[in-house]
């Protein structure tokens, strides 16, 4: 498959309508019966996700890939990357320049991992995934890992005010701390808090973006505070590199994320600026609990909260998650339930039951019609529930946000280097008595 990834090739995409980081969208779907014991099951179920309002198949998923230019992961790549159910299982299943950052993680060498948030809502199980797969990069290969926070963004592509999104920022800070990330190799950005060094670096990346290329990527903006936010994005994934110098960066997303990436990527393939071209990590999306799909902490669509307790997990799951069986016990014990289409089992899948021969043990009783509807949920919901109750601990440990979140700021050395790196000269700003005389 041939890579779109040399200096004088740009990787620029065909239009979406999504925003530069807008989480993923959840689908509709037939929710089921809390008290039926077999999978309650539509005649009309999905079959596959939906990507920007259009349904996309596996096979579509294959086709993005090829379509940008990225590369399905291969086995040699699986066995690299770091011990993960999403990598196992190949929900991460395709990536641009792994090969690199796997040479550098294995050679001792600088890398770094990218992963934002967008603090529109309390965070929720479709932002566990790319959280925790950062954390075990972190383990495993010793990466650092940026983890900036797109407040601006929301207030410009969300109905939210200043301070709601601020309350947002406060709430997801504590549970991403909560994580466990080592803080001498975490870097957390707010992006108004952190805006002297940001802003700087985004609009130096702003002059060599031009309208065209945005306009092919994102079409036609709201606002023109959106129109400008790709520069802002560019300057999260370059980050790393601008204050660390060169190195492998991967950026793990869902699939179609991937034009994002490719801007910055053009941006990244200028000798002006002393850096690589970010890679990435693809993936597909984290299905809504009604009906596959991508989950979204905007929409109406039900989800699990990261802080919600092990019964409000179960009636969420026990009423709305979509099931893969037949409308009946005796249908299902006969023909056998489908988990690709099962969003207990693609939970389970996921990431929350790590046990490969366990997961393969409960597909098989599934199809079998061994192991019912009613039954599949209630292993999803004491595996997400018990997840969910570590990840409270730790968050409930915390001591106050200005203390735990302190060792994860920029130094000023490193806001100095970034931006000295993009040719921002060091501005003092002048005394009082400068003020005065000027």
Known sequence: MARHDSSDTPDTAEPTSEHPTDPATA???????????????????????????????DTEYDRLVSEFGAEPLSDEQIERLPYHPAIRRRTMYAGRDVDQYLDAAEAGQAHSIVTGV?????????????????????????????????????????????????????????????????????????????????????????????????????????????????????????????????????????????????ICRDLAARESLPVQKPGALLGRFLPALDGPGKLSSSDDAPSIELTDDRETVAKTIREH???????????????????????PFQYLRYLFEPDDAELERIERAYRAGELLSGELKELAIDRIA????????????????????????????????????????????????QADRG
């Not at 039926?36 to 349904?55: C, I, K, V, W």
């Open 27 to 57: 689908t509709g779907g037939h929710s089921s019966d809390p008290a039926a014991s077999a999978t309650e099951h539509s005649p009309e179920r999905p079959s596959s996700a939906r990507l920007d309002g259009n349904t996309v198949t």
């Open 118 to 262: 967008g603090p529109s809502g309390p965070l929720h199980l479709g932002h566990v995934l790319p959280l925790y797969l950062a954390k075990r990069f972190q383990d495993e290969t010793g990466a650092t890992v940026y983890l900036p926070f797109s407040d601006d963004e929301k207030l410009l592509s969300r109905d939210l005010t200043f301070d709601e999104i601020g309350e947002f920022t406060r709430d997801n800070l504590r549970d991403v701390l909560a994580v466990g990330f080592d803080p001498e190799r975490t870097r957390i950005v707010l992006d108004t808090a952190d805006a002297d060094v940001i802003y700087p670096i985004a609009v130096s990346l702003a002059e060599r973006l031009t309208p065209a290329t945005v306009d092919a990527v994102y079409g036609e903006q709201d606002n023109v505070g959106l129109s400008f936010y790709p520069a802002v994005q560019a300057t999260h994934l370059l980050l790393p590199q601008l204050v660390e110098g060169q190195q492998p960066t991967l950026v793990p997303i869902a699939v179609d994320q991937d034009p994002h990436v490719r």
């Open 321 to 343: 998650a979509y099931t893969g069986g037949q409308s009946t016990v005796e249908k299902h014990r006969e023909l056998g339930g489908d988990p690709s289409v099962d969003v």
């Open 386 to 433: 018990d997840f969910l109750a570590d990840h409270q601990r730790r968050r409930e440990a915390l001591g106050s946000l200005a203390d735990e979140l302190g060792p994860y700021r920029l130094r000023p050395g490193e806001r100095a280097r970034a931006l000295e790196r993009v040719g921002v000269p060091r501005h003092r700003p002048p005394s009082p008595h």
